[in-house]
C-alpha cells in the first residue's frame, strides 16, 4: 500500500534535474543530493543522505532514486 511521504521527488525535467516539494510546497530544482539536503535544511528539516534514502520521509517519483540526468 502506499502512503503520502513529507517530500516528494519528482521525474527528470526535460533539462535535467527534479522538482522537490515537501508537504505541497515547491522547494527548488535539485541537481544532486545535496541540493535536496540544502533545500530541506531550509525548510527547517535537519536533513542528511539517510533522510533522502528514507522512504517514510522521501518518495521518489519518475525515475529512479538518485537519478538526475546531466552533468552536474
Partial sequence: MRY???IVIHRLSATGGRRVVARGQIL???YQDADVIEFLR???VDASEEV???PAWVEW?????H???GDR
Avoid: Q, T
Fill in 4 to 6: 503520502d511521504a513529507p
Fill in 67 to 69: 537519478e538526475w540526468g
Fill in 28 to 30: 527548488g530544482l535539485a
Fill in 61 to 65: 517519483r519518475g525515475a529512479k532514486p
Fill in 52 to 54: 533522502v534514502d528514507d
Fill in 42 to 44: 531550509r525548510a527547517g
